[in-house]
Nanobody, 112 residues
């Protein structure tokens, strides 16, 4: 059974930082492409960042230079470091594994 457990969401002020974590079980993590998506109220779910099994990364234009995706294969965990956050980054953030499995989501709210 595949499980993706996200953590690290919360409320942060504009310009602040937050780190999301997603720990996976039930998959061969080191061989799995991973990604973070987000969905804001009234909007479609969108790709934020992805990382291949080999470590190649890809980012949405809206977060380039501010967010960093990384992975620790020893901990079966993928991270999303969010810096210089903006109110428009407010959304539910979802972990996505092997182009198939979704986590339950974690809320990120950017507000002063």
């Amino acid at each position: 059974q595949v499980q993706l457990v996200e953590s690290g969401g919360g409320v942060v002020q504009p310009g602040g930082s937050l780190r999301l974590s997603c720990t996976a079980s039930g998959i061969m993590f080191r061989f799995s492409p991973m990604a973070w998506y987000r969905q804001a109220p009234g909007k479609q779910r969108e790709l934020v960042a992805s990382i291949s099994s080999g470590g190649t990364t890809n980012y949405a234009d809206s977060v380039k230079g501010r967010f960093t995706i990384s992975r620790d294969n020893g901990k079966n965990t993928v991270y999303l470091q969010m810096n210089s956050v903006k109110p428009e980054d407010t959304a539910v953030y979802y972990c996505y594994a092997v182009n198939t499995y979704w986590g339950q989501g974690t809320q990120v709210t950017v507000s002063s």
